[in-house]
């Protein structure tokens, strides 16, 4: 990907943008889509970078796609028999790499995952402690997949304060196995949303999944059925054009379901609360992606944020990553780890242009936090195509509101 930074002058952003199509489910219907026996249709998808990976990956285990437009795939599924093909390329993508290895551990087939370094150090220990699992590095870059076994049917009991992405991965796999399953959510259940929108979307596929309080039950011996389906609207994408609202322009977001199961919608209202001032705490335990763009609408107008410890492992430290760019504009954050589940304080002062170029620190949703406060103060992100990850038209959008935009491509 050709690197590349932009500048952004301080203007009054106005006039509406359609929802960018909703990440998360389009990788979960497009796995549903790979699972079924049968030819599906998913449109209004966005061919982001992570995107692209599950599309790899699927590809990966028999999985056949045909494209019918700027924005629609025709999916030829492998009636749940996922076979190793090729390597599963998972980029940066994170909910590619822990959706898939449940899928490959349905076959007695060896499977090779690749992505990037940054990636493949993230935590997988869920699925070797549940799995015996052995994970072979021989590079940097790849990981081999062993198992003991194909994944059974059973009882799994996971904690809930880990990436809910390893709960969905389950929920993909266990529905084709031979025998009933029931997850068991221990702990404070963080990020359940993400799960419930799993099972809303396998429902749309065949799959029924009861949620009881914190227990998911699964009959096995279930099929995936082919369902034409289109994409919803992306709620934590959209925060970032609703966030300029914030910051003195006049911007609004269409195509964006209010009765979506999005835990992400949450938006609205944490918006609402920053601008009232009204100190009470935002927690963010079931809207983690939304933290970056909530700490630089909170450099303005401040904000009290728990359970953030999580922050720390997602495409970057974004705690880290987000205090040391706002702190160029003159912002005042207090980092509290273990408190509340990590605790971060962003105190209301006047900020001002950054002293410094911005970093994006590689990761999407630091460089369009960044990228919004900027429309407000001006200023230099270097790294700023990290947007292509979940966004890739993310700076025409701006562009399309009125906002100058220069764009310097590295040599």
């Known amino acids: ?16 943008v359609t929802a960018p199509p909703s990440k998360s489910i389009s990788h979960r219907a497009l796995i549903c889509t790979a699972l079924a026996q049968g030819v599906s249709v998913i449109s209004n998808l966005a061919f982001s970078e992570d995107i692209l990976a599950t599309v790899d990956a699927l590809t ?7 494209k019918l437009g700027e924005d629609t795939l025709k999916v030829h599924g492998v009636g749940g ?4 093909i090729d390597t599963l390329n998972c980029r940066e993508s994170g909910s590619t790499l822990r959706f898939m290895i449940p899928i490959c551990l349905l076959s007695p087939d060896e499977f090779k995952l690749s992505g990037t370094e940054k990636l493949l150090s993230r ?13 072979c590095r021989p590079d940097g870059n790849t990981i081999t997949l062993k198992a003991g076994k194909p994944i059974n049917s059973g009882e799994y009991r996971i904690d809930g304060g880990i990436s809910s992405q390893f709960i969905t991965g389950l929920l993909f796999a266990l529905p084709l196995t031979d025998g009933d399953s029931k997850i068991i959510v221990e702990g404070n259940f963080e990020s359940a949303s993400y799960v419930d929108l799993t099972v809303d979307t396998l429902a749309k596929f065949g799959i029924t999944v009861t949620r009881e309080n914190n227990i998911f039950y699964i009959k ?19 925060a970032f054009f609703e966030a300029l609202n914030l910051f003195g322009g006049v911007a ?3 195509e964006l379901n209010p009765q979506s199961k999005q835990g992400d919608m949450a938006f609205k209202r944490h918006f609402e609360a920053l601008k009232c001032g009204s100190g009470n705490p935002i927690d963010l335990s079931d809207c983690p992606d939304l933290a970056p763009i909530l700490f630089a609408c909170a450099a303005v107008y401040g904000g009290i944020f728990t359970h953030t410890d999580r922050l720390r492992l997602k495409e970057s430290d974004r705690i880290t990553a987000m205090k040391e760019e706002l702190e160029k504009l003159g912002a005042r954050i207090e980092v509290i780890d273990g408190v509340d589940g990590g605790t971060v304080i962003i105190h209301s002062t006047e900020l001002h242009a950054p002293t410094l170029p911005l970093s994006s620190h590689n990761d999407h949703r630091i460089a369009m936090s960044l990228s919004i406060l900027c429309t407000r103060f001006g200023g230099e992100i270097e790294g700023a195509e990290a947007v292509a990850k979940s966004m890739p038209d993310f700076f025409e959008k701006l562009e399309s509101l009125g906002v100058q935009i220069t764009k310097e491509y590295s040599k």
């Open 81 to 84: 028999k996922p076979i190793s």
């Open 220 to 238: 096995g011996n279930q099929k995936y059925t082919p369902a034409d389906m289109k994409i919803e609207g992306d709620a934590s994408n959209a």
């Open 252 to 254: 609004s977001v269409a």
């Open 123 to 135: 935590p997988l220990g869920v699925y070797s402690d549940i799995f015996k699992v052995r994970y």
């Open 60 to 66: 990966a285990i028999g999985a056949r796609f045909e």
């Open 1 to 16: 990907m050709k690197r590349y930074n932009v500048k952004i002058a301080p203007s009054r952003p106005s006039g509406c």
